[in-house]
């Protein structure tokens, strides 16, 4: 079956640090892919997407881009702030798959200032 | 601009109870589906419809029921309340004309901490 990999948290850094966040996955199908970010007490909010292979998605400075060759598909941002205090999912879906999202289980990340 | 909302907020159960956690969206949205979400286990899928009078089982199917009766509302029943089912649940929907948009993304309610004792 579908599943996907994160890097387990949590993770913390200080605010302007480089951040990475792991992502792997095996998938039945040709995959999309998806970053899903959950601020505290909220729902998860979609951060970025890539669907095919060599896509960049990228917002709020946020950056991942679809690897097919390591089936990866690893979150980035250059400089975080203590306001991307967070937990990130990363997910998948396949064509076929009755719409049915496959997540991770989440990486808490906490920014100090 | 309300989006997906979910009622209540809090719930606590004794085991054996029913209730209905309620959602609403108002987007338009044809697909909807109900998520748990637990500790290290990401989120796993219930139940979805894909439109108005549409259900289908999600992974963790077992224990609860859906209907959906109309576009906005997608109510989601424990019918037996157990300690297992302790959780945060999570509705979501997203556009969803048909297969091209397989991919669309999911707008999630903020969630139902659900604690049954």
């Known amino acids: 079956g579908d599943s996907v990999t994160q890097m387990e948290g949590p993770v913390t850094l200080s605010e302007e640090a480089f951040l990475t966040i792991n992502c792997t996955y095996t998938?039945?199908?040709?995959?999309?892919l998806f970053w899903y970010v959950q601020y505290p007490g909220e729902g998860l909010q979609l951060l970025l997407k890539?669907?095919?292979?060599?896509d960049k998605g990228s917002n709020k400075g946020f950056e991942a881009t679809y690897r097919k060759e390591t089936t990866s598909f690893h979150l980035e941002k250059g400089s975080v702030q203590v306001s991307d205090s967070a937990v990130y999912f990363c997910?998948?879906?396949?064509?076929?798959?009755?719409?049915?999202?496959?997540f991770g289980s989440g990486t808490q990340l906490t920014v100090l200032p | 601009n309300a989006g997906v909302t979910q009622t209540p907020k809090f719930q606590v159960l004794k085991t054996g109870q029913s209730m209905t956690l309620q959602c609403a969206q108002d987007?338009?949205?044809?697909?909807m589906s109900w998520y748990r979400q637990d500790p290290g286990m990401g989120l796993r899928l219930i139940h979805y419809?894909?439109?108005?009078?549409?259900?289908d089982q999600g992974e963790v199917p077992n224990g609860y029921n859906v209907s959906r009766s109309t576009t906005e509302d997608f109510p989601l029943r424990l019918l037996s309340a157990a300690p297992s089912q302790t959780s945060v649940y999570f509705c979501?929907?997203?556009?969803?004309?048909?297969?091209?948009?397989?991919?669309?993304?999911?707008?999630f309610g903020n969630g139902t901490r659900l604690t049954v004792t």
């Open positions: 979501a929907s997203s556009y969803s004309p048909g297969q091209s948009s397989y991919n669309s993304p999911l707008h």
């Open positions: 998938a039945t199908g040709y995959p999309s």
């Open positions: 890539a669907t095919k292979a060599d």
């Open positions: 997910a998948l879906i396949v064509l076929g798959s009755a719409r049915q999202l496959t």
């Open positions: 987007m338009n949205h044809e697909y």
């Open positions: 419809s894909v439109g108005a009078g549409i259900t």
